[in-house]
């Protein structure tokens, strides 16, 4: 039998938000939000200062970050984006590495393969896996009503007792801390790698009253930089303006400051499971050396330039929070080079190789990341500083890039103008230095790194193939007798609890932790 203690060591569990900006977080530098355990978490860990989404929408970043890859490479375009059983996964590899892995919760997988190389998936998914939700970039800049963005969620943000988002996350939250128990009281010698991944603080903007009521009183600030006049609206911006039609309603500030006020409240619930999850842990005896790392899919705009949710690669929807926490490994620092979600699955295996003594598997695929294990152990020699990314979803029909290299960080996209700004003394992104004579050799290295990533007008036309060739078998499989992918959760009721086919002496016994003295009555 295993014993108690060796696979409660060498563990992963990544603990994943939904649309949380990193500047939503106290340890990001925002005053306002209340989030003491990710802020503990980097306090005592890794905090990349400027790490970002791979692709600012839920299933293009998620799909980033499984694969290693670019979403241009992976296919991971939109949010209804195929990917394919055969395409190698975090999850994939770890198994091979000899973990036991395990989802809770969204990954928004589009397809009838809702694992992915996940040995188990302990809840269904929050959003469908079928092809409903096809950007169509042949129409120009048309709203698809059905499931596009709109403004309801700011005109109607405050308090709610239950909303679906609430009832998901519960669910989530819970069944990920009975993924750590069984693991614990578990006879299965293998390191456990969990990702529990939460749909807050995505919209609507509605809170339970307990965390509305954590703000009473809390100064929330308006957008740094209110909505611009049409005529200074960016090209995207522009766009993304009518995708989520601002202008059908007319917005006060104080609604403003209210959808922010449930965002945040929303931010202390997700920071509120942290906690649990972590606690948890520690309750087990597997927090000394378990990898946890705090991460999110993209952020939310919340009004900045006038504009919300994601889509942008404005620094609120684009930059997100990552933090490795595992003191025994790594010593708290704070690391200014740019990374992406690209580069956690390298990450991750490089930590599984430390964990386990085993050797990485080669890449089945190429892997357009690197590992951030040296920075994160303080050693920068050598690394790029950049970090890449991509959008190839609604808001656009054309492919759009970012590239942030050092403090600059320059946007590309065939039709608008270019955009570069340097993040060292414009956060906000106000001054646009695409015309400045004095940043030309910048803004031709910047051209020179996006002419050898990729090819926009080779890229354009696979997505819009692929776009069609979605929509058709979306529409044949809506005739008739419709067979859901949606992922429906196993679960065996007969061999739960207390059962007569159980020992019922040695189940109370292994069912238990931490393990109870062993029961040896006389005459046996």
């Known amino acids: 039998m295993q014993t108690a203690d060796t696979h409660r060591t060498r563990n992963i569990l990544v603990i994943m938000a939904d649309q949380l900006t990193a500047r939503a977080l106290g340890c990001y530098g925002n005053d306002a939000v209340i989030s003491p355990c ?20 839920c299933t293009p970043g998620r799909y980033a970050l499984m694969t290693g890859q670019h979403v241009s490479r992976c296919g991971g375009y939109d949010n209804a984006s195929y990917l394919p ?4 996964t975090l999850a994939h590899y770890l198994r091979i590495m000899g973990y036991y892995t395990c989802l809770a919760g969204k990954m928004h997988f589009v397809g009838p393969d809702q694992l992915h190389g996940f040995e188990d998936r302990v809840t269904t998914d929050v959003y469908p896996s079928d092809f409903g939700w096809v950007p169509d970039w042949t129409i120009g800049q048309s709203r698809i009503d059905l499931w596009y963005h709109n403004m309801s969620s700011v005109k109607q943000a405050g308090v709610a007792a239950i909303t679906n988002q609430f009832a998901y996350d519960d669910e989530v939250g819970n069944a990920a801390l009975r993924v750590i128990y069984d693991h614990a009281r578990s006879e299965d010698s293998r390191p456990l790698c969990l990702v529990a991944s939460f749909i807050h603080p995505h919209d609507p903007y509605a809170t339970r009253q307990k965390y509305w009521d ?14 611009p006049p049409a005529e200074r609206q960016d090209a995207h911006g522009r766009r993304l303006e009518k995708a989520i039609a ?11 400051i209210a959808a922010r006020r449930a965002y945040y409240g929303n931010v202390s619930y997700f920071d509120e499971w942290v906690g649990r999850l972590a606690d948890a842990l520690a309750e087990c005896g597997m927090a000394g050396d378990t990898t946890i790392v705090v991460t999110s899919d993209h952020g939310d705009m919340l009004g900045e330039h006038g504009l919300w949710y994601k889509m942008s690669f404005r620094e609120w929807s684009a930059r997100i929070p990552l933090i490795i926490h595992r003191p025994n490994r790594f010593s708290h620092r704070r690391v200014p080079q740019a990374v992406s979600q690209v580069d956690v699955l390298p990450t991750l295996l490089e930590i599984a190789a430390e964990n386990t003594g085993r050797s990485q598997p080669d890449p089945i695929d ?7 294990v040296s920075l994160a152990g303080g050693d920068a020699d050598g690394d790029p500083d950049l970090a890449i990314a991509e959008y190839l979803a609604e808001g656009t029909t054309e492919p759009m890039l970012m590239i942030r290299s050092g403090t600059l960080k320059y946007t590309q996209c065939p039709g608008d103008p270019e955009q570069l700004f340097d993040l060292a003394g414009d956060c906000e992104e106000e001054t646009d230095l695409s015309t400045d004579p004095a940043m030309a050799d910048d803004l031709e290295r910047l051209r ?45 009721a007969s061999t739960e609890y207390t059962r007569s086919h159980h020992d019922l002496t040695r189940f109370d016994f292994t069912s238990r932790y931490p393990r109870p003295p062993a029961f040896n009555p006389r005459g046996e």
């Open 448 to 492: 020179a790194i996006a002419r050898a990533h990729w090819d926009p007008a080779e890229i354009r036309q696979r997505v819009i193939a692929d776009q069609a060739r979605r929509r058709a078998v979306h529409a044949a499989l809506r005739i008739g007798r419709y067979q859901s992918w949606d992922y429906q959760p196993r679960r065996d």
């Open 38 to 57: 990710i802020d503990m978490m980097a306090e005592n860990g890794v905090i990349f200062d400027a790490a970002y989404s791979s692709s600012p929408l």
């Open 366 to 372: 190429p892997l357009d990341g690197r590992s951030l």
């Open 85 to 88: 059983a055969t395409m190698p």
């Open 246 to 256: 601002v202008d059908a309603v007319d917005l006060s500030e104080e609604e403003i």
């Open 214 to 227: 954590l703000y009473e009183g809390v100064p929330i600030a308006p957008p740094a930089v209110p909505r």
